[in-house]
């Protein structure tokens, strides 16, 4: 087992641990942590099927009460209608203030939860067991929760972190290939915002980074969960240094909402990312065999590279409510080079539509 520690304000700091086969060991980790009777278990049907026994077991053994609610499948449930369900079903189970409520599943799980578990008596104690490569490497730690609103992406949230996070890598075996490759995305982004080395290695062992071969697997979750929680611990509120994570977002969180969610948050990123570099590659500053080798790296990663068919109207619609907006002015984050970005304001919305529709970018 590899354990990342992630220090948070108020010198608290909670663990990730990442290992093959550690799910079963739930009960016991949230026995040490946990007093209490009862225990909520988010999930969904698919994941709850493969993993909620496992999980159930552990921590009844452990004499906890369990209650599971079980969301829909999909991004279009991460919504205030779920969360209003999920408070009902608290309320129904009598949860108590330090009820600790497990998210058991990807991002849209992970989020959801997490969002639910903060807001909940203004506040339960969230554990992340994070299934899909997505939420290991990224989602399940930082403490970003949120619901999505309209036409826009995680519009409504708060920061929230996890007292645990489980980050088992067996879980990653019963994960469809294509998701695989949308976890790829993320990793893909830390070596393009931080890590020239580790873009190195994955793009020379990117084959048996799909194929999950063990050790390699795990030092990749290791890796990002390290650079991200490096990243997190010194801009937790994401008023600077945390905007780099979201490298390739700005025009992906906007194509997800342009699909109305039928592009995934990987592949929207992947797109996202390349169009980010071409439009640096245009401003004169990113050079052009580093886009090649990214575009070259997401596509072994099984990813896109084109925008795909969505509305232009709706996409800069989404960009025009991004978060990063700030006096009017869309924020992107640009590669300068292979493992270093920067905050740039000036891009003209004119550049970022040229460089969408363009095949090139
Ligand atoms: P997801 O949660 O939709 O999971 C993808 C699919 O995999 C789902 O169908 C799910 O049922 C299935 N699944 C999950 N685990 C499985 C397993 N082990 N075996 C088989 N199937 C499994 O998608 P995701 O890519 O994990 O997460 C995307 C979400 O994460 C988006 O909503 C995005 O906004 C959010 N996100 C949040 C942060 C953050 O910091 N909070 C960061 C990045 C992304
Ligand atoms: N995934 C972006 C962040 O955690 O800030």
């Known amino acids: 087992m590899r354990t990342v520690k992630v220090r948070t304000g108020g010198n608290k700091s909670y663990d990730v641990r990442i290992g093959g086969g550690l799910l079963c060991q739930a009960g016991r980790w949230n026995r040490e942590i946990f007093p209490g009777q009862m225990a909520i278990i988010i999930s969904n049907p ?18 906890f009460k369990t209650v599971s609610l079980l969301v829909a499948e999909g991004e279009r449930h991460k919504s205030l209608d779920t969360a209003a369900k ?47 490569l997505l939420a290991q490497v990224d989602s399940s730690l930082g403490g970003k929760t949120a619901v999505d609103h309209g036409p826009v992406k995680n519009n409504i949230g708060v920061f929230h972190h996890p007292g645990l996070v489980i980050a088992d890598t067996f879980t990653l075996g ?24 580790f873009f190195n290695l994955l793009e020379k062992n990117i084959a048996g980074i799909r194929a999950l071969e063990d050790q390699l697997i795990e030092d990749v979750v290791q890796r990002c969960v390290y650079i991200k929680a490096r990243i997190v611990e010194k801009d937790e ?8 994570l979201n490298f390739g977002h700005t025009i992906g969180h906007a194509i997800e ?6 592009i995934k948050h990987g ?24 886009l090649a080798r990214l575009k070259d ?46 905050i740039s304001s000036d891009v003209s919305f004119a550049l970022a539509i040229e460089v969408m529709e363009s095949d090139n970018g």
């Open 267 to 290: 592949q929207a990123v992947a797109v996202g990312m390349v169009k980010a570099s071409a439009i640096s590659n245009r401003m004169g500053i990113f050079p052009s065999k580093d």
């Open 297 to 342: 790296l997401l596509l072994r990663a099984g990813l896109p590279v084109r925008m795909p068919p969505v509305d232009m109207a709706r996409v800069l619609l989404a960009m025009d409510h991004d978060k990063k907006v700030v006096d009017g002015k869309t924020r992107f984050i640009l590669p300068r080079r292979i493992g270093r970005v920067f």
């Open 86 to 132: 999920l408070y009902a079903g608290f309320q129904k189970a009598r949860a108590e203030r330090f009820t600790p409520v497990l998210a058991l599943g990807g991002g849209v799980i992970g989020d959801l939860a997490g969002f639910v578990a903060a807001t909940y008596m203004r506040g339960l104690p969230l554990v992340a067991l994070p299934t899909t």
């Open 46 to 63: 698919d994941v709850d099927r493969l993993y909620g026994d496992m999980v159930r077991q552990g921590l009844e053994k452990e004499g």
């Open 174 to 197: 019963s994960l469809p290939q294509d998701e695989v490759s949308n976890g790829l995305a993320e990793v893909i982004k830390y070596g393009m915002i931080t890590d020239r080395p």
């Open 237 to 244: 509120r994401d008023n600077g240094l945390r905007n780099t």
């Open 257 to 262: 909402a342009a699909s109305d969610f039928r």
